[in-house]
């Protein structure tokens, strides 16, 4: 009787461990290296979301953004006023002055507000 490799049930063994593994590397691998000094990513990344707080300075529907001075955005920046992209329901909820509560979106080189609320009261 042959063993090793070449036994059928060694062989299946053996194939089901090379995939398991082979699946494990590629999933949390975050980039395949194409050639020397290359990197090609494998899926974009999760975005970073970021509790949001702040008073809307101008609304520019036109544009698709607020300006807003926003809070402290701990882990990410201090407070200063910058332009945000929001939906266009959004400024339906909201106008210059309001107070507001969101949630930052921070993928790679792009930034957004989801879930804006004007603060009551």
Request: hydrophobic share 45%; glycine share 10%.
């Amino acid at each position: 009787m042959v063993t090793g490799l070449f036994d059928p049930m060694s062989r299946l063994l053996f194939g089901t461990l090379l995939l398991a593994s082979t699946l494990a590397a590629a999933h949390g691998a975050p980039a395949v290296t194409a050639s020397p000094g290359t990197t090609l990513p494998t899926a974009a990344a999760a975005p970073a979301r970021y509790p949001f707080r702040g008073v809307i300075l101008g609304v520019f529907p036109d544009k698709g953004t607020l300006l807003i001075k926003h809070e402290d955005i701990p882990g990410l920046m201090k407070g200063m006023k910058m332009a945000f992209r929001v939906t266009p329901e959004v400024f339906k909820l909201v106008k210059e002055g309001d107070t507001i509560t969101a949630t930052l979106i921070v993928r790679e080189d792009d930034f957004w507000l989801e879930n804006v609320q004007p603060v009551k009261g």
